[in-house]
């Protein structure tokens, strides 16, 4: 009877201890799963499998905690939950676990204690203070895989910083430290990135080499062979690129990539001059690749060879808006959508060109026909605004191809006809900076320097003319508008006021230039906010949609411009109402005599018939109107 109560308690020990066991086993085995599926990925989100994994691991280590408080699993159990959590981004909750391991084993397992716990710091923004206690668990004894662990943790915080230098330093003591095969996987990645990035090809080769050895993550495997293919393609090692390139096509275990090396081939081609083989092999990739990240590719390199050496606008249009339909989440996606629409604005331009060309033509022939000279001056004054049009739109066309298009030369005549037939528009400044500038770069130096000159005659005070004597190296010219700008701003705390009148003089000097639309911009604010202005604030705001409508400072204020409109035209009915109810006399345009200068702004941007602000009311703003353009006066 003894022996079989015995026998019974025995079993059921055994039992017992299978039972924690296996649920500790089981932990483990969801750890395992869901760390070779995010080393997998690595570099990219975490898949749901994995965050489900690390869920199962912290259940059934919480279980084996719960259940057997004081199994010899106990430790091991805490640091599974730890870091499951940590991999979940759940840091609060990992920095808690981490803490309770401290409490219970930090004496006799210090790394694991230190270096979780400055995981976790890191994590939370505390970067200096996690570098500092790893840093210090470098200089105790520790093993050489512990070593090369806490080395490849300080070069990712280090390349999180910026500090790509000593990153690098790091990487290469922990490449030599570790024996463990896939932690020298991960450091030789990050080698390969980092030296790839700083154009050490040579370093960068050997690293990927050895992830190709190294590594468990076959998306890292795949993409070493491809970056080394991308290296002898740029240190001028053809024949090797075509050998690697041919053997890997034809390897089962790499079909994921043979894609991309296709269109490695293409930019072989392309380096070697071979432009039709580069283009034959690109509607081949369409065909074989179809909605892939490698057909929205080739559409895209197709589309900037016939922008930049075929000049054929309709089909890069084509091949551009084919990208983002081939594979919406390519990289290639947002340069394609914004190449669609500069090419739109060009052809835009093209057009308003033409019929602008052709109002003038027309108008000319009815001025030559007409005897009457006050119907010229008329006329004169009605095309005004298509001048400012018809200069707009060839500097748009011209900062397209100079800028985007790559076709710098060309558009040096778009800025040259603003400059020899529209010397009265706004962009006329401008385009002597840019004209000049991009003839100096086109090794032009005598043409260069006579726009220069005639941009430091004509507009001493503007930006541009800034630009150019710090370029050339001349002495400064007081007065400026950088200088005002910065005078302004540092006078506005004491002298509102004398800040504004200050920003007024820019306005009244440089009007085409950057610091003008900062100017207007800091006068309308200060109006709207400071003063509570509406009248004022709305002139300049006007004045940037008008004088600077794609500016960045024109696309922040529009909604509130929109605002204020919608609330004085409101004002305005109000006022008008009760005018018609009191009987007054409504003045007509023709008898307004303006004194000071001082009325209501609106009805003078609008030209329609309002009633005129009384003196006591009337806003700061003061204007005079020519035929040409608003001046603003002090």
Not at 183 to 191: C, H
Request: charged letters at 25%; hydrophobic letters at 35%.
């Amino acid at each position: 009877m003894k022996y079989r109560q015995l026998f019974i308690l025995t079993i059921g020990i055994y039992l017992l201890s299978c039972a924690y066991f296996n649920t500790f086993y089981n932990a483990e085995q969801y750890f395992k799963r869901a760390e070779k599926i995010r080393l997998e990925k690595a570099g990219e989100t975490i898949p749901v499998s994995a965050v489900d994994s690390y869920s199962k691991v912290i259940e059934k280590s919480r279980l084996v905690l719960e259940e057997y408080p004081d199994t010899r699993y106990r430790k091991n159990a805490l640091l599974l939950i730890g870091k499951a959590h940590f991999y979940r981004q759940e840091y609060r909750l990992a920095e808690a676990t981490f803490q309770q391991f401290a409490d219970e084993f930090g004496e006799t397992h210090p790394f694991e204690k230190g270096y979780w716990q400055a995981m976790v710091k890191w994590k939370q923004g505390k970067s200096q203070a996690a570098l500092e206690t790893l840093t210090s668990n470098l200089v105790k004894s520790l093993s050489n895989d512990q070593k090369a662990k806490v080395h490849l943790s300080i070069s990712e915080i280090l390349l999180e910083l910026n500090e790509d230098k000593s990153a690098l330093e790091n990487l290469l003591n922990g490449a030599e430290l570790t024996s463990d095969a896939d932690q020298r996987g991960q450091i030789y990645y990050r080698i390969s990135v980092l030296a790839f990035d700083k154009k050490d090809y040579e370093l960068a080769l050997s690293a990927n080499k050895s992830v190709i050895r190294y590594s468990l993550s076959k998306k890292r495997i795949e993409e070493a062979n491809l970056q080394i293919v991308r290296i002898h393609r740029l240190l001028g090692n053809w024949d090797v690129v075509m050998s690697e390139i041919k053997s890997i096509l034809i390897d089962d275990r790499f079909t994921r990539i043979h894609g991309n090396l296709e269109l490695e081939l293409v930019r072989l081609y392309q380096m070697q001059g071979k432009n039709d083989m580069a283009k034959n092999r690109l509607e081949s990739i369409i065909k074989d690749y179809a909605r892939s990240r490698n057909s929205a590719e080739a559409y895209f390199l197709l589309g900037e060879i016939a922008m930049n050496e075929d000049w054929d606008l309709e089909d890069a249009d084509k091949k551009f808006s084919q990208v983002s339909k081939e594979y919406q989440k390519s990289q290639y996606t947002p340069t394609a959508n914004l190449r669609v629409k500069q090419i739109k604005s060009y052809k835009d331009s093209q057009t308003s060109i033409a019929t602008l060309l052709e109002t003038f033509s027309n108008t000319q022939t009815d001025s030559t026909n007409s005897d009457s000279s006050t119907a010229n001056e008329v006329q004169t004054a009605d095309l005004l605004p298509n001048y400012e049009s018809l200069a707009n739109h060839y500097y748009n066309m011209g900062e397209l191809e100079a800028f985007h298009f790559n076709r710098p030369a060309e558009s040096i005549s778009r800025f040259m006809n603003i400059i020899d037939s529209l010397p009265n528009t706004e962009q006329y400044a401008k385009a002597l900076f840019t004209a000049a500038y991009l003839t100096m770069e086109q090794d032009d130096t005598t043409k260069a320097i006579a726009l220069r000159d005639t941009l430091l005659d004509k507009f001493p005070r503007s930006e541009f003319a800034d630009y150019m004597r710090v370029h050339y190296g001349m002495d400064n010219l007081d007065g400026s508008s950088n200088q005002l700008f910065r005078q302004g701003e540092l006078g506005w705390q004491s002298d509102p006021e004398g800040a504004l009148d200050t920003f007024k003089q820019i306005l009244r000097q440089d009007k085409s230039s950057d610091v003008a639309a900062r100017s207007a911009m800091f006068i309308a604010v200060m109006y709207d906010r400071h003063f509570s202005q509406a009248d004022s604030a709305n002139y300049y705001y006007e004045w940037l949609q008008s004088h600077k409508p794609k500016s960045e400072q024109a696309q922040a204020t529009i909604n509130r411009y929109e605002e204020l409109q919608q609330m004085l035209s409101m004002m305005n009915q109000m006022d008008t109402l009760e005018v018609q109810d009191s009987s007054e006399i409504i003045i007509e345009p023709e008898e307004i005599e303006i004194v000071d200068n001082q009325v209501d702004t609106m009805n003078v941007i609008a030209g329609e018939t309002e009633t005129i602000a009384k003196p006591e009311e009337s806003v700061d703003v003061d204007y005079k109107e020519t035929v040409e353009d608003t001046i603003i006066e002090n």
